[in-house]
């Protein structure tokens, strides 16, 4: 009986274990830190660290690394270091190499991806934007007739880098947006586009979500009519002498709330009309119409959003003793990106609205040369303006 006792629990000890491997993932990843003052220690710690996160971002396969969201990364370590926890199971140092300037490491860390979602989806960006618009557009494939007897034969095709989607995109980054273009990186198609919208299963969009460390997505989709063709009779002996396309849009702007649930931000349709003597070119006409009436409604509703979304973080400065220094600290933080207010509340105190993590403003703070950051959390920041004390 014990014999028999002891062998279902290895049994049972032994399928925990294998259910926790079959839970995570090992890769190979390297990473790299600049030795400052001769310390090698601090700077391995730092390329070690920096390799799990590379790590994180292999398993979890982002199109965007969390690097490059943030121009600066110097900052972002602590936080990166605090979502690691839990999330790499284990690593071994493969091999390490001192360069002089840079210390070198590569390791197998053994990453759970659930979790290596949520610490990613942590430091996605509230401004960053993925857009997807396919339009269907008529391709002709013959044309016959003459004056008053004209014929057309088209075939339908899919234009995912469109007329709409690029302008679209272009006012967007004018506005100082994240753009990105899904369209290049294959990860969804036309029809994956319909499914999603008529279905409304998001697990598509929380995949672009994932991959391009984004919290809003502008997704939708063009169908064409040839409302009137050219040689069609209008009426009293007349003959259109051009073709008449009317091209629709349906499209959802789709983000996340706290818990990480989707969220329809909005919805709606609208509809543009081109003439031209060609099918296609009125089509894109069409588009072109279209995309004047479309983008200013987009523009509103985000910039709406990002408003809204805004949180109060209190912003402590050291070294501001006067009203001018104040005035000058003021100004230093309404200019800082995506800052939407400032208010004062005393010399060197105020409240700041922001819509993204805490992290990325007190990144941005420390590009300025006068400022230094001390210490941020996720409703205060501490820094030290330099300049009043030099």
Not at 136 to 142: D, F, Q, T, Y
Not at 265 to 272: K, V
């Amino acid at each position: 009986m014990e014999k028999t006792i002891i062998a279902v629990f290895l049994l049972l000890s032994a399928f925990n274990a294998s259910e926790v491997l079959a839970q995570t993932k090992c890769v190979d990843s390297e990473g790299e830190a600049v030795i400052v003052n001769n310390d090698v220690p601090s700077a391995k710690a730092e390329a070690v660290a920096r390799a799990k996160w590379n790590a994180v971002e292999q398993v979890v396969g982002v199109e965007v690394k969390a690097q490059s969201v943030v121009q600066n990364f110097a900052l972002v370590d602590d936080a990166v270091s605090k979502q690691i926890r839990g999330v790499v199971a284990g690593y071994k140092v493969l091999s390490e190499d001192n360069r002089k300037d840079t210390f070198w490491a590569r390791i197998n860390a053994c990453v759970e991806p659930s979790k290596a979602r949520e610490a990613l989806m942590s430091l996605a960006l509230n401004n960053s934007v993925a857009v997807f618009i396919p339009a269907r557009k008529p391709k002709v494939i013959s044309e016959s007739g003459g004056k008053h007897e004209h014929r057309l034969e088209t075939i339908d095709e899919y234009d995912e880098a469109n007329i709409l989607s690029e302008s679209l995109i272009g006012k967007l980054t004018e506005q100082g947006y994240q753009v990105v273009d899904v369209a290049p990186t294959h990860e969804i198609d036309a029809a994956g586009v319909e499914k999603a919208m008529k279905s409304g299963n998001y697990m598509v969009l929380r995949s672009l979500m994932y991959k391009f460390l984004s919290n809003l997505i502008i997704i939708g989709k063009i169908d064409y009519a040839i409302s009137t063709q050219k040689g069609a009779d209008v009426g009293y002996g007349i003959s259109m002498p051009f073709n008449n396309v009317t091209v629709r849009l349906t499209y959802r702007i789709v983000t996340r709330d706290a818990s990480g649930k989707m969220v329809i931000l909005t919805a709606g349709a609208e509809e543009g009309k081109g003439l031209a003597m060609n099918v296609e070119d009125a089509a894109a006409n069409g588009l072109n119409d279209l995309s004047e009436k479309i983008s200013p409604v987009i523009m509103e509703k985000l910039s709406k959003h990002i408003t809204g979304i805004a949180k109060k973080i209190n912003v402590t400065v050291g070294g501001v003793n006067d009203v001018n220094t104040n005035f000058a600290v003021k100004d230093a933080l309404q200019s800082t990106a995506w800052v939407t207010n400032v208010e004062e509340k005393n010399l060197g105190e105020f409240i700041v609205s922001y819509p993204e993590n805490t992290v990325y403003l007190a990144n941005s703070i420390s590009q300025k040369p006068d400022f230094r950051i001390l210490n941020f959390s996720q409703y205060s920041l501490k820094i030290m303006y330099t300049e009043a004390v030099k």
